[in-house]
């Protein structure tokens, strides 16, 4: 594999800013209701899990890394062949290309509800779209750059974690661990898909500087991921009770209803604006992972490739034009992820461990 100019390539430290701001993404808006509808006042404890077992497939994605040749793409060739592997690898180019659709359409859904109700879904899309374009054209290093400020910009509005706790009852977290083992493992699967983003690291690898020292970065953005989101489910288990959050569908939104100041009354505006500087870099992120793997699969240039991917967004996201479509595609994604993730990676993992002792004995 050709390896990446230095001049293209970024620091370990940055690796924090990439994983953090392609997990916290859209779904931290609303990701409370199913995984308490699961596991009731023990979804914190589901919540808690899902990202410290977060943590361990990072822990195995470097390991895949760390041992192959070059990112995800270069593995798949070396452990499966040209054919076998680029398949695999198409599939999982087509996976994180739809993970970052359905990203945009669940935004592009909050806008229309709480803000603009007639806007058309086709213009705030493409507006958004021509923006990617945009950005994704000036390569990795303008990428990773959104995704710093992608983490920082938004860091800003930490203080409204704290105001709904004037309304909190912390007895709706007891009694602890009243719900079975099997019942907090369902809980997970209800937050799991907040979490996913990361494994894009698969992609740009090869473009992190000493690579090997990204993985300690790698842990902290995951790790913060899991305080905030640990954090945000109990702010919403103590400030509704167990029937209003089921029905909750954005409950960090409907939280932020309650922060009023004199000089503005409907803050949430404020907030789901706000919020595009967080669903950029998920979106860009995505955009640059697919058309690079696109590149190394059939040599096409990204510059070719990146048009196509966003008609192909494009199209998607008008096509989910309700409630249960998006809904259906989230669970799609979410079920694949989980796919790929729990169980594929560790899978390629063992085949490409044999494989490299196999050579070594021979």
Not at 146 to 154: E, M, S, Y
């Amino acid at each position: 594999m050709k390896k990446v100019p230095i001049e293209y390539q970024i620091s370990p430290y940055m690796v924090f800013f990439l994983v953090n701001s392609m997990q916290i993404g859209v779904g931290l808006l609303g990701f409370e209701r199913i995984s308490a509808k699961l596991a009731g006042n023990d979804a914190w404890i589901s919540t808690l899990l899902s990202g410290l077992s977060i943590n361990v497939m990072i822990w195995m994605i470097y390991k895949i890394l760390n041992q192959g040749k070059g990112n995800i793409v270069a593995i798949h060739h070396d452990v499966f062949g040209k054919w076998i592997g680029g398949a695999f690898s198409l599939i999982f180019l087509f996976y994180l290309l739809v993970t970052g659709a359905t990203i945009l359409r669940t935004y592009i859904e909050v806008v229309q509800v709480w803000m603009f109700s007639i806007m058309p879904t086709w213009i705030l899309v493409g507006i958004f779209l021509i923006l990617c374009y945009y950005i994704v054209s000036g390569g990795f290093r303008v990428v990773a750059g959104i995704c710093f400020f992608g983490v920082l910009l938004p860091s800003t509005l930490a203080f409204t974690f704290f105001f709904p706790l004037q309304f909190a009852d912390f007895r709706n977290l007891f009694p602890i661990m009243q719900h079975s083992f099997k019942e907090i493992i369902k809980g997970m699967q209800g937050n799991l898909f907040s979490y996913f983003g990361f494994e894009t690291l698969l992609v740009y690898y090869t473009f992190i500087k000493n690579p090997k020292k990204s993985q300690k970065f790698a842990h902290y953005g995951a790790l913060v991921t899991t305080a905030v989101y640990t954090y945000l489910m109990i702010l919403s288990l103590v400030f509704f009770s167990e029937k209003q959050l089921a029905s909750a569908i954005w409950a960090y939104l409907s939280m932020s209803k309650i922060i009023q100041f004199s000089f503005i009354e409907r803050f949430e505006y404020i907030l789901i604006s706000f919020w595009a500087f967080v669903i950029l870099p998920n979106v860009v992120l995505t955009l640059w992972g697919v058309s690079r793997g696109m590149r190394e699969t059939f040599g096409m240039k990204q510059k070719y490739i990146l048009p196509i991917l966003i008609l192909f967004i494009f199209i998607l996201t008008i096509l989910l034009d309700d409630r249960n479509k998006v809904n259906l595609i989230s669970t799609w994604v979410g079920k694949s992820g989980f796919i790929i993730v729990y169980i594929y990676l560790p899978v390629l993992w063992l085949i490409q461990s044999l494989q490299i002792k196999f050579r070594r004995q021979t």
